[in-house]
């Protein structure tokens, strides 16, 4: 067997903990041998859950910590005061090489302060993205960024845009990802400074396969394999996203309970939409990777349940096996802007 991924779990973070992130854990080391997980929470409350389940215990583990930050805090303060919190301890264990990556689904803020300050960035990566995988009818979609830089600057688009098609070629396996620009028209000419002063930067690049602009109606359809936009598009893109698909979920079922006919009809036809429901279910992918930072952190949704936790300890696993942060050192000649922009 390969090397143990070992992987740092926040067992108090979100809105089903520590229930929903123990189950995860206790799944995805059942069902995949080279991860060991680290449960980082309140000792009674996640023994109390691991009491429930039957594991291979030489690699399943708990890591006591006293305090927990809550979503609601700032991040920055609940980073700094709440040392021995599971967030904190957990990063830190990444850090200090205890761990290879660091899974939560609490608080995005404090997620993405923490990985900056105690994790660290790639040197030369000017900021770290949110790029979570979204179902698409042609198979996922990286969308990068979705909630870390709500104003970029068009080098750290282009960053994003090399990142993303690394990530998707080695850990999804799509080979020579498309890249195209989230804008408001496939016209080149089209949309704010931002896209306008990117586009022509993206296009000038060899190591990518950039496709141009992509529409917002255009993604669910996947004519893109990454997607590139600041975080307030890209976050808002997701939310869409994700309520359409809950709206549509919904809609359906009320179709069908409506009348005995439908009830019928959606007997017969219960195999093929529970597979497309899966299909375009985005805890089917696990969380987003804060890419670029020099160890992995992967923030799932908060109201993340057992198997979104579970395909995000394994995403761990593929991500560590494939060598990603030496694919970003080694394939995007970076520059460090450290000293830039501590002068700005």
């Known amino acids: 067997m390969s090397e143990l991924v070992r992987v740092a779990l926040d067992a108090m973070g979100g809105d089903f903990a520590p229930a929903e992130a123990v189950k995860g854990a206790v799944d995805a080391v059942c069902h995949e041998e080279r991860v060991d997980v680290t449960l980082y929470g309140t000792e009674d409350a996640v023994n109390a859950e691991l009491a429930k389940y039957t594991y291979p215990k030489e690699r399943l583990h708990v890591h006591p910590t006293?305090?927990?930050?809550?979503?609601?805090?700032?991040?920055v303060n609940a980073i700094r005061t709440k040392k021995d919190s599971s967030i904190v301890a957990?990063?830190?264990?990444?850090?200090?090489?205890?761990?290879?990556?660091?899974?939560?689904?609490?608080?995005?803020?404090?997620?993405?302060?923490?990985?900056?300050?105690?994790v660290g960035r790639?040197?030369?990566?000017?900021?770290?993205?949110?790029?979570?995988?979204?179902?698409?009818?042609?198979?996922?979609?990286?969308?990068?960024?979705c909630g870390a830089n709500v104003d970029a600057r068009p080098t750290q688009l282009v960053q994003f845009a090399q990142m993303g098609s690394i990530y998707m070629e080695n850990v999804v396996g799509v080979k020579n990802p498309r890249v195209a620009l989230f804008?408001?028209?496939?016209?080149?000419?089209?949309?704010?400074?931002?896209?306008?002063e990117t586009y022509p930067l993206l296009a000038a690049l060899d190591n990518i396969n950039f496709t141009g602009n992509i529409e917002a109606r255009d993604i669910p359809f996947g004519a893109a394999d990454v997607v590139v936009t600041d975080a307030f598009a890209g976050n808002a893109i997701l939310k869409m996203y994700e309520g359409t698909a809950d709206m549509f979920k919904q809609q359906v079922k009320e179709?069908?309970?409506?009348?005995?006919?439908?009830?019928l009809g959606g007997l017969l036809l219960k195999p093929v939409l529970g597979k497309t429901f899966k299909k375009f279910s985005t805890s089917t992918y696990g969380g987003a990777p804060l890419l670029g930072l020099t160890g992995l952190v992967v923030k799932t949704h908060g109201n993340a349940k057992a198997i979104s936790i579970e395909h995000s300890i394994e995403q761990c696993v593929t991500f560590k096996e494939k060598r990603i942060n030496d694919q970003f050192r080694e394939k995007m000649h970076l520059v460090d802007h450290t000293r830039k922009e501590q002068k700005s």
Not at 111 to 117: A, F, I, M, N
Not at 255 to 263: F, L, P
């Open 66 to 75: 006293t305090e927990v930050i809550e979503m609601a805090e700032p991040p």
């Open 90 to 118: 957990g990063l830190m264990s990444v850090r200090h090489g205890e761990n290879d990556a660091f899974v939560t689904a609490g608080s995005s803020g404090a997620t993405l302060v923490g990985g900056q300050l105690l």
């Open 122 to 145: 790639i040197k030369g990566i000017e900021r770290p993205p949110f790029a979570p995988l979204i179902p698409t009818a042609n198979g996922p979609l990286l969308l990068l960024d």
């Open 183 to 196: 804008n408001i028209g496939a016209e080149a000419e089209k949309g704010n400074a931002l896209t306008k």
């Open 255 to 263: 179709a069908i309970y409506s009348s005995t006919r439908g009830k």
